[in-house]
């Protein structure tokens, strides 16, 4: 059964960091890409941030310069480190899972709340 579980969402205040886990498990295909995104209210959901199996990331222009997004292949875990966060940055943050075969999984979510 796969399971993708994030972690480490909360309330902050503004200019504060949070560290986002992404755990998956019972994948039995290679995972090629794992991602952030995220979904304020009354908002579409947008990638923050993603990071390919030879590393490459890509990042959202809201996130540049303030948030890093790492993995551990052996662990198929994947990291946000945010930082100075702002009050819009609050949303619920989603990890993605992609996989060679072109299916991708997803987590429940956790919740980013930055107050001013």
């Known amino acids: 059964q796969v399971r993708v579980v994030e972690s480490g969402g909360g309330l902050v205040q503004a200019g504060g960091s949070l560290r986002l886990s992404c755990a998956a498990s019972?994948?039995?295909?290679?995972?090629?890409?794992m991602g952030w995104y995220r979904q304020a209210p009354g908002k579409e959901r947008e990638l923050v941030a993603s990071?390919?199996?030879?590393?490459?990331?890509e990042y959202a222009e809201s996130g540049k310069g303030r948030f890093t997004i790492s993995r551990d292949t052996a662990k198929n875990t994947v990291y946000l480190q945010m930082n100075s966060l702002k009050p819009e940055d609050t949303a619920a943050y989603y990890c993605?899972?992609?996989?060679?075969?072109?299916?991708?999984?997803w987590g429940k979510g956790t919740l980013v709340t930055v107050s001013s």
């Open positions: 993605k899972v992609s996989v060679v075969t072109g299916s991708a999984y």
């Open positions: 019972g994948i039995i295909f290679s995972i090629n890409r």
């Open positions: 990071i390919t199996d030879s590393g490459r990331t």
